[in-house]
């Protein structure tokens, strides 16, 4: 399976690809978010939530978020992926 990279100068998650990066299997229709970070915090839970509601509101519905690299989560990160579970739900 290859990985294609989601790289376009103007999507949201170009500006942020230290925090996690997105691939799609060539021959699936999942979206893979990988998070790079040991920490998913209410310093950066926010702009992950806003920036997964994003692929979400541009048609996303198969989304696979790959914690492995996470090794905490606060309670502002745990809130931050239940709403990415209600809004993948309102579709």
Request: glycine fraction near 6%; proline fraction near 3%; hydrophobic fraction near 45%.
């Amino acid at each position: 399976m290859r990985d294609l990279t989601i790289d376009h100068p103007d999507h949201p998650m170009a500006a942020d690809r230290g925090m996690f990066r997105i691939t799609r299997p060539a021959a699936g229709r999942s979206c893979e978010i990988r998070l790079r970070t040991g920490r998913l915090t209410a310093t950066n839970a926010t702009a992950f939530r806003d920036q997964v509601y994003d692929l979400i509101d541009r048609g996303e519905d198969l989304l696979v978020v790959d914690l492995a690299a996470v090794d905490f989560i606060d309670s502002t990160a745990i809130s931050a992926l239940v709403g990415v579970l209600k809004r993948l739900g309102m579709r």
